[in-house]
């Protein structure tokens, strides 16, 4: 396929992913506005994070099974289609139910958007290319977290966190026109089935790869949910310079992506491997270095650095699913949004018990270190299947 042709599909795919990196991850920045607009605590405000990220842990199998035998850009549209209709209604609401339940749906097309444009990007280009073409649609994630979450905090603080989910749902539509004029139309599988989907469940591999991030990534989120709070009450940050935190912990996102990108396209086990250990090192540092500005700020960008993991990640999903390449691909983000969810319910928990704003870190490095135990589980089950299959071929 033609070089330009891939760019510029792959630009429109990564766009999406801007659009919904920036409408997750924008909430952390509004917490302490939310909070006040709505007279709510800010761990409840830290609901609507957990609210968005279940819906993303529904949505993905569902869409993914169901959705099984649709064009994928057919589907990427309608995906995209609804986000944007889910972030509009997020401005539109005046209440703390009313946005419990706006984010709820808003994250439903979530994971199904990143697990088939991840398919779509790995059908551009030579199997031994996925990792950076990942890279490439996982940048959208990641500069949205750069670019997306700091402006976005910055108009919140200009005129509120209505006019934000507004200025996410117009990216969603912009995304769509592109996907329009961009991506390459294929055909549905005809031979793709429910049934077929599902048979990823029963893959040891596949089950236990979605729980190395699901809980191996907990822990980041369980900090990054309240990093605005903490920064503001531990290390003295002044509201004004919450964007800049915000561009920290993306450029942070966008490093690890890159690395993650290139270390992909090698031995992806060891990846995973090294990247939780390096995990927790920085979520044990995090209270230490949060008690001053300029280091908290190097601890943001730090903790932006987990995205080394996502790449290996999502090709690891591809390498064991077999035949249920939507639903491994889709569930992916599934794992990584039980992380977030658990991370910012966890930590709101800690917080609320009295234990102060770092306790979120300590949260994190538990929950890092149990992902640690999963990942050695999962290494050591690879390692059998790989004996019994050398030993069947003889």
């Known amino acids: 396929m033609n070089d330009n042709v891939v760019r510029w599909a792959l630009l429109a795919l990564a766009l999406g992913g801007f659009g919904i990196g920036t409408g997750e991850f924008i909430m952390m920045g509004l917490l302490p506005d939310v909070s006040r607009s709505l007279s709510i605590t800010e761990p409840e405000a830290g609901n609507a994070i957990a609210s968005y990220a279940l819906g993303v842990v529904v949505g993905a199998p569902?869409?993914?099974?169901?959705?099984?035998?649709?064009?994928?850009?057919?589907?990427?549209l309608?995906?995209?289609?609804?986000?944007?209709?889910?972030?509009?209604?997020?401005?539109?609401?005046?209440?703390?139910?009313?946005?419990?339940?706006?984010?709820?749906?808003?994250?439903?097309?979530?994971?199904?958007?990143?697990?088939?444009?991840?398919?779509?990007?790995?059908?551009?280009?030579?199997t031994e290319k996925r990792g950076r073409a990942l890279a490439s649609l996982?940048?959208?994630?990641?500069?949205?977290?750069l670019i997306g979450v700091p402006f976005g905090s910055w108009i919140g603080q200009l005129f509120n966190w209505h006019v934000v989910f507004a200025f996410v749902g117009a990216i969603g539509l912009l995304t769509c026109l592109l996907i329009i004029r961009f991506v390459p139309h294929a055909p549905g599988n005809p031979d793709a089935h429910p049934l077929r989907e599902l048979s990823a469940l029963k893959n040891p591999q596949v089950m236990l790869t979605l729980l190395v991030g699901a809980v191996g990534f907990g822990g980041m989120f369980a900090i990054f949910s309240y990093i605005a709070p903490t920064l503001m009450n531990v290390a003295g940050m002044s509201a004004r310079l919450i964007p800049w935190a915000m561009a920290a912990f993306g450029l942070g996102m966008i490093v690890g992506n890159l690395v993650g990108?290139?270390?992909?396209?090698?031995?992806?086990?060891?990846?995973i491997g090294g990247t939780l250990l390096w995990n927790v090192l920085v979520m044990a540092l995090f209270p230490l270095l949060a008690q001053q500005v300029s280091t908290g700020l190097l601890a943001t960008f730090l903790l932006g650095t987990s995205s080394v993991l996502l790449p290996s990640l999502q090709i690891r999903l591809m390498d064991v699913a077999d035949d249920a390449q939507t639903l491994a691909a889709a569930m992916n983000h599934s794992a990584l949004n039980i992380a977030n969810a658990m991370g910012a319910w966890l930590g709101?928990?800690?917080?609320?018990?009295?234990?102060?704003?770092?306790?979120?870190?300590?949260?994190?490095?538990?929950l890092g270190m149990a992902g640690l135990l999963v990942f050695a589980i999962t290494a050591r089950h690879a390692g059998r299947q790989k004996e019994y299959h050398r030993k069947q071929a003889h």
């Open 138 to 145: 996982m940048l959208g994630l990641t500069i949205a977290t």
């Open 78 to 126: 309608t995906l995209m289609a609804v986000f944007s209709a889910g972030n509009v209604a997020s401005a539109l609401v005046n209440s703390y139910p009313g946005l419990i339940v706006a984010r709820f749906l808003t994250g439903l097309p979530h994971g199904a958007y990143f697990g088939v444009a991840a398919l779509a990007a790995a059908s551009l280009v030579p």
């Open 62 to 76: 569902v869409i993914a099974v169901l959705a099984a035998r649709m064009a994928r850009k057919t589907l990427l």
């Open 261 to 271: 990108g290139r270390l992909a396209d090698g031995r992806v086990l060891r990846v």
């Open 348 to 366: 709101g928990v800690a917080v609320t018990l009295g234990f102060g704003w770092l306790a979120t870190a300590w949260v994190g490095v538990i």
